[in-house]
Each structure stands twice: as structure tokens, then as C-alpha cells.
């Protein structure tokens, strides 16, 4: 089994940045062998996907957060992040980390972002 828990969520006015990370536990050659992603969920909206990274590093964007966001993994500390810059207002959501290998899915419990001023 494996576990998923994000930090780094927080408060931050509108041009701000914050860091997000989500930490692994469980089994290390399943998480690393896992395609990871950040997926946020405003009020009212759906579940949306981010960002995602492969396995091998390879990285894809929504439109919404290109050249604002990026994520990037640690296999040896089982770390995944997603630095967030130039932060805007409708980028306030419940960001959660998910890891997919196979048919399985794991997911985080969320953590809150709020960009106001």
C-alpha cells in the first residue's frame, strides 16, 4: 500500500509563490516505478489534473498554469513538488497529489491553497 501526504499549502496574495509537496511512503520500488500528478478542485468544479511527471522525469502542464508552475519528483527521498509562481486568484483550490501504477490509483488528503489579497 502505498500513502500520500501534502503540506505546503497556505495563504498567498495574487503574484505570490508557495511550494507544494507531497511525500510517499510504503513500498519504494512501487513509487518510484509511479506516474505522479497534482490535481486541484476549486468549489463547485471538478477534480481537474495540473501536472503530471512520469516515471523518467517527463512532465505535462494544463494550459492554465504553463510557465507558472512546475513539478518535478525526488526518487531517492520520495518527494514529489510543484513549485507554484505568479500565483493567481483563480488558482485557489484543494490541491491533491495522486500516484498511478497500473490500475492503481492513490490519492492524498488535500491541501488548501488560497490566493487573495
Known amino acids: 500500500q502505498v500513502q500520500l501526504v501534502e503540506s505546503g499549502g497556505g495563504l498567498v496574495q495574487p503574484g505570490g509563490s508557495l511550494r507544494l509537496s507531497c511525500a510517499a511512503s510504503?513500498?519504494?520500488?512501487?513509487?518510484?516505478?509511479?506516474?505522479m500528478g497534482w490535481y486541484r478542485q476549486a468549489p463547485g468544479k471538478q477534480r481537474e489534473l495540473v501536472a503530471s511527471i512520469t516515471r523518467g522525469g517527463s512532465r505535462n502542464y494544463d494550459d492554465s498554469v504553463k510557465g507558472r508552475f512546475t513539478i518535478s519528483r525526488d526518487n531517492g527521498k520520495r518527494l514529489v513538488y510543484l513549485q507554484m509562481n505568479s500565483l493567481k486568484s483563480e488558482d485557489t483550490a484543494v490541491y491533491y497529489c495522486?500516484?498511478?501504477?497500473?490500475?492503481?490509483?492513490?490519492w492524498g488528503q488535500g491541501t488548501q491553497v488560497t490566493v487573495s489579497s
Open positions: 510504503g513500498i519504494i520500488f512501487v513509487i518510484n516505478d509511479m506516474a
Open positions: 495522486n500516484g498511478q501504477l497500473g490500475s492503481q490509483n492513490f
